[in-house]
């Protein structure tokens, strides 16, 4: 397998008034996913998942929580233990800094289980209606988009159509591959949103940054994702691409710090969520091994904070690769 199973998904609300989603507004949507999702599929009403004696069948923790299964399904499991949220949720970033009352969210999945994207759609449905934003203005879903993996526009992106609202179960198209073009002599990597990147215990800053680990990072999310939520998953394959890895090298980088906080209610305090930000180029001849995994890794993030939004990177491949 060189490949993991993707949904896209763009779901397009409409408010009445206008509302503000704050600086990280990842981090609202995924505290309003946690909540709405877990009152959806909770059969036994007990107030948390441990000791809930169907823990191991229900969709929440599968979906939502990073945790330990009773069974792991691989032996990556078996010796780190923790699964892997397989959604990362991409907010508009118009409803940062002004009122708005139109927004997009995008839901990337990995999972070969279709019906699992439909029961978050549903969860971020009501979520919205109950209200986001510090004013609690509803949001109502307009309009879904789902983007067909398996083909590519000339930049690179998928196309996009958009799904029956009031029936997104039969409407979906299952989990596929994503489409790969072949790969460059060079890339030039964006960094969209704040990339926090851990090597030895601290988070990677503008004059560390390395391609070697930033390649790995994103083989490491590929290797947990596809044990957690991909039976036939064999991570064998990424360990030996990750050693290629170490043939990469960087041509150029123009980064910077950006700080970032949300606020956690659990901790009562303001955590620290940056990271870097700005382009990086990257070459060698290990680019050919490591290519389909790092163009995969586009839609599934890298690094800490992913399912906020946190993560995002986009390849701008390159013809030729010049000279440092």
């Known amino acids: 397998m060189n ?21 990280f507004p990842g981090a609202v ?9 877990r009152e959806r599929v909770c059969t036994t009403g007990l107030p948390e998942c441990n000791g809930c004696p169907v823990v191991d069948q229900c ?10 299964p009773a069974d792991p399904p691989s032996a990556l499991l078996q010796h780190n233990g923790a699964t892997t949220p397989p959604f990362v949720l991409r907010p508009d970033a118009s409803g940062e800094d002004q009122d708005v009352t139109r927004t997009t969210l995008g839901l990337n999945l990995v999972s070969q289980d279709a019906r699992a994207c439909a029961l978050m759609v549903r969860a971020l449905e009501r979520a919205g209606a109950l209200g986001m934003g510090r004013n609690r203005v509803p949001l109502q879903l307009v309009s879904i988009e789902q983007a067909d993996v398996r083909a590519a526009g000339e930049d690179g992106e998928p196309p996009w159509r958009v799904l029956n609202n009031d029936s997104i179960d039969q409407s979906l198209e299952p989990p596929s591959a994503m489409v790969v ?5 060079a890339v030039d990597v964006r960094l969209v949103t704040p990339l926090r990147m851990r090597i030895r215990g601290r988070y990677v800053t503008p004059d560390a940054f390395d391609p070697v680990s930033f390649v790995r990072t994103v083989l490491r999310r590929a290797t947990h994702l ?3 939520h991909c039976p036939d998953f064999e991570e064998s394959e990424l360990a030996r691409i990750g050693r290629r890895a170490s043939h990469l090298r960087l041509l150029s980088s123009d980064l910077a710090w950006r700080d970032l906080r949300r606020y956690s209610a659990r901790q009562g305090r303001a955590v620290p969520m940056g990271g870097l930000l700005g382009t990086v180029r990257i070459g060698g001849e290990a680019l050919n091994d490591v290519w389909p995994w790092l163009w ?17 990177y986009h390849l701008m491949p390159l013809a030729c690769a010049p000279e440092r």
Do not use: C, I, N
């Open 29 to 37: 949507w995924r505290g309003a996913l946690g909540a709405r999702l």
């Open 226 to 228: 596809g044990a957690s």
């Open 59 to 68: 969709p929440y923790p599968a979906l939502f929580e990073t945790r330990v």
């Open 296 to 312: 995969q890794g586009q839609w599934w993030h890298a690094g800490k904070g992913t399912t906020m939004g946190l993560g995002q």
């Open 3 to 23: 490949a993991l199973p993707l949904t896209l998904l763009r779901l397009h609300f409409f408010a009445s008034m206008p509302v503000r989603l704050g600086e």
């Open 181 to 185: 073009p072949p790969a460059p002599q």
